[in-house]
């Protein structure tokens, strides 16, 4: 019985692979292959490259000088990172939120059969993004370090530390903000606050470590140092890679202890939450005078209802916009700072600073890709919107809309409090301003258009949607190389030909792949909405 | 109102519909019966625009939904068998989202949400979210929501199904005074006894062909609506009767 229910929870999160949501049916096998293929080629290609590289450069000399346990550290750190911040986001609504919910519990499953089932959900999750850091660490440590039984197995046992911790991080803290979301009338946005309360939490704890960390390499002189204090317990984290039996196995144990708490804790109050419809009080509706809005507006206020309605989807996507208001304030405030600290440090680089601005956007921005998932999200209810006498370019048109309120407002923030603290010229905040705005219709053009060719309305669970599916991860991959196109042209062409000209170059490439995606959602984009 | 000429709709190989055939005048509640995969749901979402179709023509007050979908949705309204509507929204606001689509005047939107929700007994329910709703009552939110905007065409796909007995009735009483008033019905359903008290004509539809269509007392004659039906279910050898 559990085998089904796993079976079924994985098949969930990785329905894409074997399932043709446009054509409505299943993949053939060599069709299945081919795609998971390509997503382990993307996944290890790009990011484990990325992680590999960085522990290249870090092993041997580490591992050379006595140093292992940090270099344990320091990619154990980034781990953590990247599968809490990968599976926190999801965690609550992947526990407590699924539609499918009643169906199971009306069966004869044991309900901890159920709670199983939506812990494997989020441990896949956190698996998934932890292991591109882990896989390489471990691998690269084989080939710096001498072979034993030790260190053959020390990597073994970290990594099984590490993802079991990213676990216990990200349900504990959906257990929170189920418990604390419980009695809220605003659960969305109480559970982002809480999320992103925990997150800030997390991160305070998270930078503290990496600055005793780096206290602790600036005043080291000798391997053989004492570790003491703060450093004890990372030090003894870090050991368990390099193969030291005593910390595998003291940390290890403490790692489980702390698992069978967090399950114990869950399992007692899995079936309260799930079946806890609201503990906000039933509001009497009383007629009060009503807003009358046109049709645009109307499918507009329905829209940003949708998102903000949906914790997983703020937590997703909503992040970007506020790390770009933040840094738009932070750069009204600290930007004079900023700009005589790079001037130091770079000589006069105005130019390169306003395509790096533009490039700074389009990364947190392409984090956003609402439109990936916007039409999907229809789900069942599309009927709604089909019946309704509304043409199918407006529709699309305000789910583009929606995206560039998310994205194309904080973006254009950010470049005015660049133009008003980073001494930029005139012709170069224009043109800043033009190839953010542009880029952030092509990243919400493109989303648009992977979501009509890909659809997927049969979804039990938004998380798969807004997280786990292949079009927001197509949307962010293609916002990382645009992002990453603009940062390099700005570090290595703008020295050279000046930033207007770059930003210029930039733009009218840019222009290229959005005409055509301009022109596709215009002339089949509609039909492609109709045929759902 | 309704003109159904000709209708084939195809799934790959699969006729789902086949040549039908029906007109729907002002004034009439019209049912159509069938059993499970018949081919009910598939006409009548080609009928609200949901659902392309490989031929024929469908008709909405004379204008064709190919060509002036906008024009034909304006006029209709459409209650699927599942309302499955946005659940993140509370009831009134979902009502007043329909209402602004459809551009319904703040007094006349008042006026028939007072009037229709207080019949189905749902004022008190109108500002919790929908997706605290029971089945019933996403039900009744979706025949509000029909009836909003005054259409000349509703078309419904077993309307009855989860409504209680009070609410069933006051339903058919809708149904009732909005063709009287002009309008015209066209619904599904499987309770053959509430198609046979409440329909003016009634069409029966088998493997995506139309086998009878006619006022009632056409298509049952002296039996009832049921006896009929199942001699025609039965008659699997030749299904042109």
């Keep these: 019985m559990l085998k089904t229910l796993l079976r079924k929870q994985m098949l969930e999160i990785n329905r894409g692979f074997f399932y043709d949501a446009r054509k409505g049916k299943n993949r053939t096998k060599k069709g299945t292959i081919l795609y998971i293929t390509f997503y382990v080629l993307l996944m290890v290609g790009y990011l484990g490259g990325l992680f590999g590289f960085l522990a290249h450069t870090m092993v041997f000399a580490m591992e050379g000088s006595g140093l292992g346990w940090l270099y344990f550290l320091i990619m154990g750190g980034i781990a953590l990172v990247l599968g809490v911040f990968g599976s926190v986001f999801s965690t609550y609504s992947t526990l407590y939120m699924s539609k499918d919910n009643d169906l199971l519990l009306s069966m004869p499953i044991p309900i901890r059969y159920i709670l199983v089932s939506r812990l494997m959900g989020v441990f896949v999750t956190g698996l998934m993004y932890s292991a591109v850091v882990l896989i390489p660490t471990a691998i690269m440590y084989y080939i710096a370090a001498p072979f034993s039984i030790t260190t053959l197995l020390g990597p073994i046992v970290f990594s099984i530390d590490v993802v079991l911790l990213v676990f216990i991080l990200s349900t504990a803290l959906g257990w929170v903000v189920a418990k604390i979301s419980a009695r809220m009338k605003n659960k969305s946005i109480m559970t982002t606050v809480i999320a992103l309360a925990g997150i800030a939490l997390y991160y305070v704890v998270y930078f503290k470590a990496f600055n005793t960390i780096r206290e602790f390499i600036a005043n080291i002189t000798s391997a053989d140092i004492s570790i003491t204090g703060a450093m004890a317990p990372l030090y003894w984290i870090g050991r368990v890679g390099c193969g030291a039996v005593l910390p595998m196995l003291v940390v290890t144990c403490v790692v489980v202890l702390i698992l069978v708490g967090v399950y114990f804790l869950l399992s007692k109050t899995f079936l309260k939450i799930v079946t806890t419809k609201t503990g906000a009080s039933k509001v009497k509706y009383k007629e009060g005078k009503t807003k009358v809005r046109g049709t645009g507006k109307a499918l507009l206020m329905k829209e940003l209802k949708r998102i903000t309605s949906s914790s997983t989807i703020l937590l997703n996507c909503g992040l970007g916009s506020i790390i770009m208001i933040i840094g738009a304030v932070a750069l009204l405030i600290k930007g004079s700072y900023l700009y005589e600290l790079l001037t130091y440090a770079f000589g006069p680089i105005h130019g390169t600073i306003a395509v790096m601005t533009a490039g700074a956007i389009s990364t947190i921005s392409s984090t956003v890709s609402l439109t990936a998932f916007s039409v999907s999200l229809e789900g069942k209810s599309l009927w709604i919107l089909r019946t309704m006498p509304v043409s199918t370019s407006q529709i699309l048109r305000v789910k583009k809309v929606t995206d560039l309120l998310f994205t194309g407002i904080p973006g254009i923030l950010l470049v005015i409090a660049a133009a008003l603290t980073m001494h930029l010229g005139a012709v170069d905040i224009l043109l800043t301003f033009v190839l953010v705005v542009l880029s952030c219709v092509l990243m919400a053009d493109l989303g648009l258009f992977i979501d009509l060719r890909r659809t997927n309305l049969n979804w039990t669970n938004e998380t798969a949607l807004v997280k786990q599916s292949l079009n927001v991860f197509l949307t962010l991959l293609a916002g990382w190389i645009e992002a990453g196109l603009i940062i390099v042209a700005g570090l290595f062409l703008a020295p050279k030909l000046g930033g207007t000209a770059v930003l210029g170059i930039l733009t009218a490439v840019f222009a290229i792949p959005l005409v055509i995606l301009e022109l596709w959602l215009a002339k089949k984009g509609p039909a492609a909405f109709e045929s759902l | ?241």
């Excluded at chain 2, 190989?13 to 009439?28: Q, Y």
């Excluded at chain 2, 339903?171 to 619904?187: P, V």
């Design chain 2, 1 to 241: 109102m309704l003109s159904i000429s000709h209708l084939t709709k195809k799934y790959g190989e699969t006729v789902a519909v086949d040549d039908l055939t029906l007109e729907i005048a002002n004034g009439e509640i019209y049912g159509f019966i069938g059993h499970n995969g018949a081919g009910k749901t598939t006409t009548i979402k080609a009928v609200a625009g949901i659902l392309g179709f490989d031929s024929g023509e469908i008709r909405i007050g004379g204008l064709s939904i190919k060509d002036n979908p906008l024009e034909c949705k304006k006029r209709m309204a459409y209650i699927p068998d599942n309302p499955d509507l946005f659940d993140y929204m509370s009831g009134i606001k979902y009502l007043n989202f329909v209402a602004d689509v459809y551009g319904v005047s703040a007094e006349d939107r008042q006026e028939r949400i007072r009037k229709y929700a207080d019949a189905f007994e749902l004022t008190d329910n109108l500002a919790q979210p929908v997706n605290e709703y029971s089945h019933g009552m996403k039900q009744k939110l979706a025949i509000i929501s029909a009836w909003l905007h005054k259409p000349e065409l509703i078309i419904m796909d077993e309307p009855f199904v989860g409504l209680d007995p009070k609410a069933a009735h006051i339903l058919k009483q809708m149904m009732r005074e909005l063709c009287d008033n002009g309008g015209a019905i066209f619904f599904s359903t499987h309770v053959l006894e509430v198609a046979e008290k409440l329909c003016d004509k009634v069409a029966i539809i088998k493997s995506g062909k139309l086998i009878k269509s006619g006022t009632m007392e056409e298509v049952k004659g002296d039996s009832s609506l049921e006896n009929v039906f199942l001699e025609l279910e039965e008659n699997k050898e030749d299904p042109e009767v």
